[in-house]
C-alpha cells in the first residue's frame, strides 16, 4: 500500500507508516503524476483535490489533516469511489488561543481591556463555539451570527451579521469559504460590510481569506485607517496582497490553527480513519505521538492586574507577535510565496493554552476563574 504524504503532516510515519509505504511530498508538488500509484493520499489545506488530480489514480482513500474542506472536490472523490475524511476540530483550540493572543496584543497596544469589549462572532461551529465559551467564561460580552445552525436549531441566541457589524468592538470570522447556496461565505464582509463597520471595530479573520474583500478592506484600511485587520487568512495564499499586509496590525502566514496538539490531532483523526477504512485496528494513540510541553508549570505572585496576568500566560504559551515578525521577515527575506510558506513549512513549536499549569501564589487566588475560563489548568498553590 502506497500512501503519499504532504511533508507538512507530523507524525506520518508513526501513524500511516505501519499500515504502508509513505511517500512524502510538498503540499504543493502533490500532482496527478506523484498520485498514479498512489492508494492512500493525505493532505493539508494546500493540495487542490479534483477530477484533474484523481482521475488517472487507484486511490481509494483521501484525508486531509485539516478542518477545512473548500480545497476538496468531495464530488469528484465519490464519483470515482474514492472514501474521504477530514479532521473536525482538530485544530479549534489553537485557534482560540490565537484569538485572544491577538486581542490581549491590542488592548495592550491601544489600552483597552478584552474584558470591556464586545465580541461578535461569525461562524459558531467548533472555532467559534469554543471561542464563545472561552471568551463568556472570561466575562466578555458576545453575540453569535450563524444563519445555518439558526435555520435548523432556531433563532435563539443567533443575530445576524447586520447586528454584529451595528453593535460589536470586535468582530471575528470564522466561517468555512461557501462559494454557492443560500449560506454563502466568499466575500461575507464585502466592500458595503466592510464600509459600515464603526470605527474602531476590530476584524480578525481566521477562516478564509476569501470570507473577505481584500481589496475593499485594503481601502478601508489605507484611507480612513479608523479600524484594525488580524488577518490569518488572505485571498490568493501564498501570494498574499502585501499593501493589505503592511496595513493589518497583525498579519500571520495562515498559522492560527498550527499548534503541534491540532496538527497532531488533525494526522491521528485522518490516521483513525485510514484505518477503518482498510478494518485494520489503530495500535497508535494520540497520547503516543504528543511531547511533553517545554513549559508545564508557571507560579504567579502577586502584584499584576487580571489582564497583566491574562497576557503573561498566554505569552508564556504563545505570543501571536513571533508570528507576524516571522511572516514579514521571510517575506522580505524570500519574496511573498516563499516566504509565506517558509513561515509554515518550519513552524516553531507552540503548544495550547491547555498544556499550560498555573500555580496561584498567595493573594493572587482571585485570578482562578479568569484564567481557567481562558483555557489554562489552574491549580491553587
Ligand atoms: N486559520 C486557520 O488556521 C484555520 C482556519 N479554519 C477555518 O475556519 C473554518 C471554521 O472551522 P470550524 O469552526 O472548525 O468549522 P465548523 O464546520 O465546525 O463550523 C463552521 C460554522 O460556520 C457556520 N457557517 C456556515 N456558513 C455561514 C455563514 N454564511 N454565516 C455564518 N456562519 C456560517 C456553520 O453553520 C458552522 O456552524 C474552517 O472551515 C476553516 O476554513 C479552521 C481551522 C484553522
Ligand atoms: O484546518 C484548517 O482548516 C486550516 O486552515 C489549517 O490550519 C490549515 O493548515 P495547512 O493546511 O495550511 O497546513
Redesign the pocket.
Known sequence: MRIVVDANVPAAEACFGELGEVVRLAGRDIDAHAVRDADALVVR?ITRVDEALVAGSRLRFVGTC?????HVDETALVRHGIDFANA?????E??VD?VLSSLLTLGERHDWCLTDRRVGI????????RLLTRLQDLGVECLA?????AQRQGASGFHD?ETLIDACDVLCL?????RDGP???HH?LDARRIAELAPQTVLVN???GDCVDGQALRGRLAGPGDITAVL??WEGEPAIDPALRDLAAIATP?????SLD?KLRGTHAVYLALCHELGLPARIGLADLLPTPPLRRLELGGGLTPEEALRLCARAVFDVRRDHDRLLREQHRQGLARGFDACRANYPLRREFATLGIELGEGTEDLAPLLAGAGFQVAPG
Not at 66 to 70: C, E, N, Q, V
Not at 122 to 129: A, H, I, Q, S
Not at 145 to 149: G, L, S, V
Open positions: 489545506s485539516t478542518i477545512g474542506t473548500d473536525p476540530g482538530c485544530n479549534a489553537a485557534v490565537y461569525v461562524g459558531v461551529g467548533n472555532v467559534g463555539g451570527c450563524d444563519p445555518p445552525r451579521l470564522h466561517t468555512p469559504l461557501v449560506h454563502a461565505t461575507l481566521a477562516g478564509r490569518d487568512v495562515h498559522v492560527a490553527g498550527y491540532g
